[in-house]
């Protein structure tokens, strides 16, 4: 088992895993070759130039600044304010937030047979609770 597999899950309000994102790894381990890896995939990818400096997250659950998307996710606030620990339990699941989030993941590659394996995520805790 290499260290990432390592990495506990910090499972995200809108249901994805931070300790599948190489930000929350590169930070989870203070690794610059980490960071420089992921600055070097997205400007390979979106030709968007990161400096790696700037390459850290504690978890969509951690108070301190976010970087890219997450750093304006609206499904983040939303779920913050109403006291949830994910978007599972909340009384409007399925909003338009939530899907558009979801959305833009499956564009990037995280989802299974077309489907955000965060939805999948929260879909297996509300089945848990019994909202299902
Ligand atoms: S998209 Fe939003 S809710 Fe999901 S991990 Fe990022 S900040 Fe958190
Ligand atoms: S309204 Fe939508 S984004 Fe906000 S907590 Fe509920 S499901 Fe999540």
Redesign the pocket.
Known sequence: MNKIQELAPHI?????D?SGCEVYQATAFDDDGLRQNYANKVKLQWKIEVDPASVNCHG?RDTRP?SG??AS?E??QC?AERGLENCAPCEDYGCEKLQK?HAAMINVGKAVDGIAT?SINLDTIRNDMGLT
């Open positions: 995200a309000y809108c249901g994805l931070c969509c976010k998307f997450c996710c499904v983040r779920a989030v965060a």
